[in-house]
């Protein structure tokens, strides 16, 4: 299957990906939707919606143990996404897929099977400065019950210099795990992991990778890298909300216990005593979000079908445009974007004017941008901000969208200001 791909020029294929998602149609306060929200959720294309439809429509029923047909059907979309999920991200093997509830699910799943098989007290847990707090609280709390020390490793512009901290950081603190964000949610800073990898490999550091924006914006291959663990949500990928996965290297299955516990995921019980199932399962109580696997599994289809890479070069090449023409915007400043990589996601701030008024005016005028800390506010505390106002971009993003919303946005400020 392909969508859009003999499609030029590029605008056109734009426009092609574009009618893929029915929510671009709609308008807000009578105008048309200018959707620049994607770092929070992305909009869902046409075939996802139809997959989560047609599950319900014609496969419910729930999935392993099952001997008739339509147990069979679910559990075939259900383990074929898991294969889909394997590929994209460069998994060497399908049970290394697990399926949670979301980014943040798997890091709390992760955290409390390694505070029950690996962390101890007084071990470091070594995080950057520009983490999202899903991965930050699930580490604190094994902070405040456990005794685990957090070490937060400093994002400077210059990859060169962040991969010089992390030596000396590990130099330094010795620590037990590196769980680093792949990409920051509030400046679109890409971080070097793959130099990380390389340095945490050269120390022995397992490592852990928060993908949640990453894995929208970047080709990953985890076996290649030598990952231990990636997280990432359905949602922001394109697919339905409620699931997620954690990636758990083949190694560590049998040093990891599971971390929740119930149905599917035994191998044998009896009144006083269990024995688990193999990985994937052991990891998976319960009955599982099926309807959420189609839905991802229609997403990894979809952008394969458009052949995604082009819509990842545009892009670039649509931040290129807004940091262009945001900087041109008087009263405002933006995060970062001085010269290190950066996925499509933009802060700015008004030193005058408060960002919630700011994103309440641009949402009048058709724009949905999101006002707030973003989950991160340690870093904001640092930089000695509150919030800002966010625009993050996807392939089905235009430049007219951009130049309208930095439009919107001098309008908002001058409206504010007087
Ligand atoms: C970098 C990062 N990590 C984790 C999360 C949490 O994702 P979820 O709410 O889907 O669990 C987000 C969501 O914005 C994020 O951007």
């Not at 099952?66 to 994209?88: I, P």
């Not at 690996?118 to 930050?136: A, K, M, P, T, W």
């Not at 405002?332 to 990589?341: A, C, F, M, N, V």
């Not at 499509?344 to 005028?365: E, G, N, R, W």
Request: aromatic share 8%; with cysteine; net charge neutral.
């Amino acid at each position: 299957m392909s969508y859009c791909v003999d499609i030029s020029p590029l605008d056109k294929r734009v426009e092609c990906w574009r009618s893929h998602f029915p929510q671009l149609r709609r308008k807000v306060h009578g105008r048309p939707l200018v959707y620049l929200d994607n770092a929070a959720t992305s909009l869902k294309p046409r075939d996802v919606i139809e997959a989560v439809q047609q599950y319900y429509l014609r496969d419910n029923a729930n999935v392993h143990r099952a001997n008739h047909a339509l147990g069979h059907a679910s559990t075939t979309v259900y383990e074929d996404a898991r294969k889909a999920v394997a590929q994209l991200i460069g998994a060497a093997a399908t049970q290394e897929i697990i399926f949670t509830g979301g980014t943040t699910d798997s890091i709390n799943a992760l955290a409390t099977a390694l505070s029950k098989s690996y962390l101890q007290r007084g071990d470091v847990v070594l995080l950057s400065e520009l983490e999202h707090h899903s991965n930050i609280v699930p580490w604190l709390e094994l902070s405040q019950r456990m005794g685990i020390q957090l070490v937060y490793l400093p994002i400077a512009e210059d990859d060169d210099r962040v991969v010089k901290a992390l030596e000396e950081h590990i130099e330094r603190h010795r620590p037990r795990l590196l769980a680093v964000t792949h990409a920051s949610n509030l400046t679109g800073r890409v971080l070097p992991i793959e130099r990380m990898a390389e340095v945490a490999r050269q120390y022995e550091v397992p490592m852990m990778v928060d993908g949640a924006q990453g894995v929208v914006h970047h080709r990953i291959d985890v076996a290649k890298l030598g990952l231990d663990f990636y997280a990432f949500s359905s949602h922001k990928l394109y697919g339905p909300m409620g699931i997620g996965v954690l990636y758990i290297r083949k190694k560590w299955h049998d040093v990891l216990p599971p971390f929740r516990f119930g149905g599917g995921m035994i191998d044998e019980v009896d009144y006083q005593s269990v024995s688990y199932a193999q990985a994937p399962y052991k990891y998976e109580a319960g009955t599982p979000h099926v309807a959420g696997a189609a839905g991802l599994l229609a997403a990894v289809r979809f952008l394969e079908s458009i052949h995604w890479e082009e819509g990842l070069a545009y892009e670039q090449q649509l931040l290129r445009v807004a940091v262009d023409t945001l900087r041109k915007v008087d009263g405002i400043r933006l995060l970062g974007h001085e010269g290190g990589q950066y996925d499509p996601i933009v802060s700015v701030y008004a030193p005058k004017v408060h960002h919630y008024d700011l994103a309440v005016l641009m949402d009048q005028m058709g724009v949905a941008v999101r006002a707030g800390h973003h989950c991160v506010q340690p870093y904001l505390k640092k930089l000695g901000l509150k919030g800002t106002v966010r625009i993050s971009l996807a392939f089905y993003n235009t430049e007219e969208e951009v130049e309208y919303c930095a439009d919107a946005l001098k309008r908002s400020i001058q409206i504010l200001t007087g």
